[in-house]
């Protein structure tokens, strides 16, 4: 009875501990953008690695053109010793297991801005979508908020006032519609 009790209560303060060292996902969002942004100035790629999910894409355009790099393309052409850049994480966000950031890497004449989305697979936040540009170093992010819905095509009329539509029960779906 007292062995039951002894080890009942190393358990409990296991999962005490467990979940006490456990990382927030708002931890874990920053700790996969900084693997990206840190391992590409100095060259890791084990960090990249670890901050981007095998199957990521990269794309930006050039010319009216989309361009798409595959993820091990890029890992492998970051220089040995770094991107030699100065990074910055402009913002971040997140609702159950996706997330986007924005981010820009800065180099001598020239800059990048990064529009990323993540998603937590298997308990791990990593970069699935890289969407970049090249612009002048002296290009301000510009971002807009209205920190609410904005109605939709569908619940708008004439005069952009919104129309009030019976409420329908929703369907369970996991295709984003």
Not at 34 to 61: C, I, K
Not at 106 to 121: C, T
Not at 145 to 172: D, E, H, Q, R, Y
Request: positive net charge; aromatic residues 10%.
């Amino acid at each position: 009875m007292k062995f039951n009790t002894l080890l009942l209560a190393f358990i409990g303060v296991m999962g005490f501990a467990a979940e006490a060292s456990a990382q927030t996902d708002d931890e874990a969002i920053k700790a996969t953008l900084y693997n990206y942004l840190d391992g590409g100035a100095t060259g890791d790629s084990a960090r990249l690695n670890r901050a981007f999910h095998p199957a990521a894409n990269l794309r930006s355009q050039s010319n009216g053109r989309i361009s798409e790099i595959p993820v091990k393309k890029f890992i492998a052409s970051v220089p040995a010793g770094g991107a030699k850049w100065k990074s910055n994480v402009v913002s971040y966000s997140f609702a159950g297991t996706a997330g986007t950031a924005v981010t820009e890497e800065e180099f001598e004449n020239f800059k990048y801005v990064d529009f990323l989305n993540l998603l937590k697979i298997n308990g791990e936040w990593k970069i699935v979508s890289r969407v970049f540009s090249k612009v002048d170093k002296t290009i301000a992010v510009t971002s807009s908020s209205t920190g609410a819905a904005a109605p939709s095509a569908g619940n708008l009329k004439a005069g952009n006032a919104p129309v009030k539509k019976p409420a329908a029960k929703p369907k369970p779906s996991d295709d984003g519609w």
